[in-house]
């Protein structure tokens, strides 16, 4: 009896006959023989039937068969360097083929080039594409490993609610929900506060969900919902938070490389710009970045590049500023201490400095940016009172936050990391959209 195996394991069987459960992904017919690219979810190989070794229904059903039908084939594993595929190099002579369903014949997602929308439109059948699949795999990889870092370094997972009762990342991106008698709930923009007293419970926490911004602007790096990864840690200054950032950052990279190099080889990554990023990661104050991008808008020729350069201090960075500044470096750039009237209320100040804050962000090289915020949080419970209120934010739904700056306040971090702004980054992609499997935008709630 052959063993019913994956794509991903096919290179341990070689020479032998197994079985594959997919889908027809791609067939070619040339004569005798009918080649057919499978997917099984772990890969895409080449399945080869040649007329002389099966009956001539079954060769004249293979060389018909549609576009994304399902199938169970019995087969021969062979090595052949040419045979295409995810990770390629392998096909399979096919013995027997039992179809499961005979696709309809009119697939919308045919292996030509879509334009965007029509694609979005068919995202549920877009997400079978080589392209999709293999971007989609990546993201996984990369959740894994961040959880795999943290289970492995103190940290216990924790679960915040999506169900809030107030803004914590601004007002100006809150999604409502009538809420029974209780008035208005909102979509968590952040599990942090949660965090910030689940750390004097569990010392290290991590929650890791899906986060929700009404972001208003359409940017190729904004979704409004985003699954967002949380670390928060007790007695940790920022110093220490970017060594935790740039260790797990370092190990999701290296983890990749380790386990999803065809798929990175499909995307036409170049993995030589992955591969030479080591700790530490460059350090640099929001100040010497507002020096930086003046310097480079004085040497900028180009004028509308200038224009886009325009900064004076005082003003959060645009992607057109994130761009300029990570093209300085090859490896992710930490930019703290900026200004506080950027940042979001619970930042800690900086000592001898109330205008500026101890946040950090983390920008990724090769003009993607932003992949995690965060900053010391504010530990008296004076000064965050007094923040509370010249922000305007409802009191009474904070009482609980302030009580954890009265019971055994102490100095402690995190930070964010956006899921999908990290998985656009290793994959080298354009735009976020592509980095999660049903995206959510100002203009998209379907499929
Ligand atoms: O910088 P942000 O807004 O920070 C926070 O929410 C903090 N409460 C996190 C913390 O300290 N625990 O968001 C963190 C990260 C960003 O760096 C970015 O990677 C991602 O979340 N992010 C988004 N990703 C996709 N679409 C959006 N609209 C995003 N907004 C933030
Ligand atoms: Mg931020």
Redesign the pocket.
Known sequence: MAEYVSVSQISNYIGQDIILKGWVYNRTDKGKLSFLLVRDGTGFIQCVAFKGDLTPDLFEQISHLPQESSVIITGAVREDKRAPGIPGGYEVGIKDLQVVQAADLDYPMSLKDHGVDFALDHRHLWIRMQSQWAILRIRSTVMAATREWLDNNGFTAMDTPILTPAA??GTTTLFETPYFDEGFAYLA????LY?EANIFAFGKVYCFGP?F?A?KSKTR????E?W?L?P?IAFCDLDGLMEVEEQMLAHIIQRVLRDRMPELKFLGRDVSKLESITTPFPRISYDDAAKMIEELRDKETDPEKKELLAFEWGMDFGAPHETAITNQFEKPVFVYGYPSAVK?FYMEPWPGRPEVCKSV?LLAPEGYG??????ERMSSYEGLLARIRKEKLPEESFKWYLDLRKFGSVPHS?????T??VTSWICGIEH?REAIAFPRTIKRVYP
Not at 189 to 192: D, K, M, R, S, W
Not at 221 to 224: M, W, Y
Not at 414 to 418: E, L, S
């Open positions: 914590a990342e923009q952040t599990g942090q965090n986060t911004r972001e790096r904004h979704l409004t985003f967002m949380e928060e979001a962000d932003e992949i995690c915020g965060g900053s995190g930070f964010g990391m956006g999908e702004r976020i």
